[in-house]
């Protein structure tokens, strides 16, 4: 067993947010997983494995057990014709070298695109695989609003079950498992990679919340009680809901970046009007989207750099047409502060001493 931290707070740029008292994360790993029932009756074989992402792809089968979801080595490569996701597994095992393809399996390995890989027996059970245990701590403050929220992961989720509550501006708590509790994904999520949550939010001025909805995505199919929100805030009714919309203004223009460090960079930029406010109640203002062909390093020993951002800009310079000059002395001085942040020194500058 291994137990380790991690100081967000000095490490990342979002962990240093104003307010934050501390940022901190605790990690245990290497720890053994009781699977009692696996261990006292052997593991339960059943196949597992992928849909295919087209009509013309059956996908892939292996085995797994339907306990603890550890998989044989080899796990297998079984006909999808004939074994469906979810089946007990009554095949035979490998005790000798897979079979080379057969006909079939070129046939159908040329008409998908993908080299033929030959069907094969899954073999004997790994020792049970460990697990860990993880959290993150933040006191002061974090993201706005209130939040609680339980996650169950899909077959493919690093962290398999997840937790977190959120009280601004007091701080959040979230709580994670790698391997623990895969036999409640086993049971309530077994298939696909679309992970589940339920999630209450209180922020922005509305209630919003998630039953069982698939975390990345919501798909039209879902039931109307999967995803809700009611307004809370009565601005939302007297003035409209606040939106923030973005309009090109002109066409983009190049400048140069000229770094602290005697580095030049030459920079695309597009003027953009933001409106930010209510239907009946609109404010205005100013901001530049950059982009630079192969990014401005911010950090030693970096390959690359930032590629692109935005930064705001003052109604006098674009009433004036300074913008570019401007927005480039910003890009400038947010880039410094990044590299002041990182440590970074010129190519051939030697370290400091300090």
């Not at 989720?157 to 007091?170: G, M, Q």
Request: charge should be positive.
């Amino acid at each position: 067993m291994h137990r380790f931290t991690v100081n967000y707070r000095d490490r990342d740029r979002d962990g240093r947010r104003r307010g934050t008292l501390l940022n901190r994360g605790y990690f245990l790993t290497g720890l053994p997983r009781p699977l009692l029932l696996c261990r006292l009756l052997g593991h339960t074989p059943v196949v597992d494995g992928t849909t295919g992402f087209r009509a013309d792809d059956p996908g892939s089968r292996w085995v797994c057990c339907d306990r603890c979801g550890t998989r044989p080595n080899p796990q297998g490569h079984l006909d999808p014709s004939r074994w469906d996701i979810g089946d007990r597994y009554t095949g035979p095992w490998n005790d000798s070298p897979p079979p080379p393809p057969t006909r079939a399996d070129i046939e159908t390995a040329a008409r998908i695109g993908r080299l033929p890989r030959p069907r094969e027996h899954p073999g004997p059970w790994p020792p049970c695989r460990e697990g860990a245990l993880g959290a993150q701590l933040i006191l002061g403050t974090s993201f706005s609003g209130w939040s609680l929220g339980l996650k169950l992961g899909n077959q493919g989720s690093e962290h398999t079950l997840a937790a977190h509550i959120r009280l601004h501006p007091l701080g959040a708590l979230y709580l994670h498992t790698e391997r623990f509790g895969t036999w409640l994904q086993r049971r309530f999520n077994p298939t696909g990679y679309h992970s589940r949550v339920i999630e209450l939010d209180l922020s922005l001025g509305e209630l919003r919340w998630k039953l069982w909805a698939r975390r990345d995505e919501r798909s039209t199919s879902d039931p109307w009680w999967m995803h809700g929100r009611i307004p809370l805030d009565p601005r939302d009714r007297l003035l409209g809901r606040r939106r923030y919309d973005y309009e090109d203004i002109g066409t983009p223009v190049t400048a140069t970046v000229r770094m602290p460090h005697g580095d030049d960079h030459d920079v695309t930029l597009k003027l953009q009007r933001c409106t930010d406010g209510r239907n009946k109640r609109r404010f205005h203002s100013w901001t530049v989207d950059w982009t630079c062909k192969g990014g401005i390093p911010t950090k030693p020993h970096a390959r690359s750099g930032v590629w692109g951002s935005a930064v705001d800009v003052p109604a006098q310079a674009v009433t004036d047409g300074t913008w570019p000059t401007e927005a480039a002395a910003r890009i400038a001085l947010q880039l410094t502060g990044d590299r002041t942040r990182y440590g970074y020194r010129p190519a051939g500058e030697p370290a400091s001493r300090d």
